[in-house]
């Protein structure tokens, strides 16, 4: 698996990029993430996008102290995607690159997400709710991204696996 990272998200995660300067072209692959570290009224959170399809998910990472432990919890909610859309997803035997993010689109549509969760918290906020983030998850993947030619991240995503089931 790829995982794409912020300089934001290396810094509080202490990791170190496996390939550092090396530019990669950043392939529409199921198996290519960026990650991006962010804070929401002092609530550690990772934003997570899919290359391919701009399905979000939204990690919780209060308590998280290393990259190991994250990645775990990262297997785990992708690996929920997957079986939610009936594909089998071996958390056990995947292995991680760590690149740094290049490609600009989806840079702008990662941060589309983040200002989308500032903007879903505030009004949280203003109804004197907390921010619930399945409910964010929901809303950031029925967003259509103009990087996908107005189409729903949740729809190309389900479409993704689909098609994954039936090449194999």
């Not at 993947?141 to 389900?158: D, F, H, I, S, V």
Request: hydrophobic share 40%; aromatic share 8%; proline share 4%.
């Amino acid at each position: 698996m790829i995982l794409r990272v912020s300089a934001a998200f290396t810094k509080r995660f202490k990791c170190q990029l496996s390939h550092e300067g090396a530019r990669v072209p950043q392939e529409k692959r199921l198996d290519s993430w960026s990650c991006h570290f962010i804070r929401v009224r002092r609530k550690p959170l990772v934003v997570v996008m899919n290359d391919a399809t701009l399905y979000t998910l939204i990690l919780p990472v209060t308590g998280v102290k290393g990259f190991p432990e994250l990645w775990l919890k990262l297997l785990g909610r992708i690996g929920e995607v997957w079986t939610r859309h009936g594909v089998d997803f071996d958390s056990d035997n995947q292995e991680v690159i760590l690149l740094s993010r290049t490609n600009r689109s989806l840079i702008g549509s990662m941060n589309d997400a983040a200002l989308l969760i500032r903007i879903y918290d505030e009004n949280a906020k203003d109804e004197q709710k907390e921010l619930d983030l399945i409910e964010m998850e929901t809303r950031s993947n029925q967003t259509p991204y103009k990087a996908l030619k107005y189409e729903w991240p949740e729809r190309l995503m389900a479409q993704a696996l689909r098609d994954k089931i039936e090449s194999e």
